[in-house]
């Protein structure tokens, strides 16, 4: 698509945008779903929950009317950018503004792109009233000035590229729902409870490894360092191939720091407790980070890695979590957190689990891609 905006017009927001404020009779009309704040996700049109109705009380602000095809705003904290379109009809709180499109000024199918935009955010933002719970009147955003091309049909173009990258993105997430279900089924099958050969983590890893910082106000241990040093910060991928910082020599052979070497396993027992990497690289740890050197003689490091991230084992680390304001583990929890012992096909396994995992990680790529070129094009014809 060649767009030029060379002829598109100056409008406001109000001129493309009917507010509606039919309220709902809901002793005699059929409508039995309602939409909250909650229901609505962030820079995402569409509306995955809703509320049913069973005779709970609901407070006398849900009572605005919405139809199928309306837009949903949310006037209370404009900065999560909760809009969606409705695709059912039902009710809502007369804190979210319920709008159709002027379909003689504006495609209806572009409108809510709009919306998204950054520049009417940030107008929506600078026009709230409160501190706590910051809200914008109707009146406030009906003035939002914005350039659109005259032409209904140069409009649906837009909105049709618009939604077939939505769609995308869609059809991406479906997809990644499935893969899920599968890494479920098979880590119920490989990991829960029920294997009858088990054993506990204390008992396949050589050495727990602690770490630790070493004194920053000790430039000998940071100045000019060459051994990469981390934090469970770091720890956001499958593998750890660099630092979050650099370290001395020094700082490894006078402090609690300690190297796990390439290889093995790293595990948060504090702040980031429950992530797990492996090391790709020689690296050093600090206190929030235990290392796991494994008994390759009893355990295959691949089949223990997918373990350790599983749902089984994870469920298992939440319950020995303790503390107030940050939540950690002991060594002693993580040696006896329970394992499946398959011994037969313990590196078919960990494969087939690495394979599902690189296809699900794949697709979360697309997703996030897609989420950057579609924000990228909103903003730029829109924004």
């Known amino acids: 698509m060649k767009i030029s905006k060379k002829n598109w017009v100056t409008i406001t927001f109000g001129e493309v945008a009917i507010q509606q404020k039919a309220d709902i009779d809901r002793d005699s009309d059929a409508v039995d779903r309602y939409i909250a ?21 609901l407070g006398p602000a849900f009572r605005r009317k919405f139809e199928k095809g309306d837009i949903l705003y949310g006037s209370r904290r404009t900065y999560l950018k909760k809009v969606a379109v409705a695709d059912f009809a039902g009710i809502t709180a007369n804190t979210t503004f319920v709008i159709k499109p002027n379909k003689a000024r504006i495609d209806p199918g572009l409108l809510p792109f709009l919306m998204l935009s950054d520049s009417f955010t940030e107008h929506s933002i600078k026009h709230s009233k409160g501190s706590v719970n910051p809200y914008i009147n109707w009146k406030d955003i009906a003035y939002y000035e914005f350039s659109l091309p005259p032409s209904l049909e140069d409009q649906k173009r837009i909105a049709d590229l618009l939604w077939s ?88 052979q006078e402090t609690n720091t300690n190297i796990v070497e390439k290889g093995n396993l790293l595990f948060g027992t504090r702040v980031g407790v429950g992530k797990c990497s492996k090391a790709a690289i020689d690296l050093a740890i600090n206190q929030d980070v235990t290392g796991l050197v494994v008994d390759q003689g009893k355990i295959d490091p691949e089949y223990l890695f997918y373990q350790l991230i599983s749902e089984y084992v994870q469920s298992q680390v939440l319950c020995f979590a303790r503390g107030t304001t940050v939540k950690g583990i002991t060594k002693q929890d993580l040696k006896t957190i329970k394992i499946a012992l398959d011994e037969k096909n313990q590196e078919e396994i960990g494969n087939s689990f690495k394979m599902i995992w690189q296809i699900g990680n794949g697709m979360k790529g697309n997703i996030e891609n897609l989420k950057r070129i579609h924000a990228g094009i909103i903003n730029q014809l829109l924004g």
Not at 37 to 57: A, C, K, P, T
């Open 37 to 57: 704040g909650e229901h609505m996700n962030s820079e995402d049109l569409h509306i995955r929950q809703w509320g049913v109705f069973n005779g709970q009380y």
């Open 165 to 252: 990258i939505d769609d995308a993105i869609e059809k991406n997430l479906l997809l990644l729902g499935k893969i899920e279900i599968v890494k479920r089924a098979c880590e119920k099958q490989y990991f829960n409870k029920s294997k009858k050969t088990t054993a506990v983590l204390g008992d396949v890893i050589k050495q727990f490894i602690s770490g630790g910082t070493p004194s920053t106000k000790n430039k000998k241990y940071w100045e000019d360092g060459d051994v990469p040093w981390i934090t469970t910060r770091k720890m956001d991928g499958f593998a750890v191939s660099d630092g979050e910082r650099y370290i001395t020599s020094l700082a490894v």
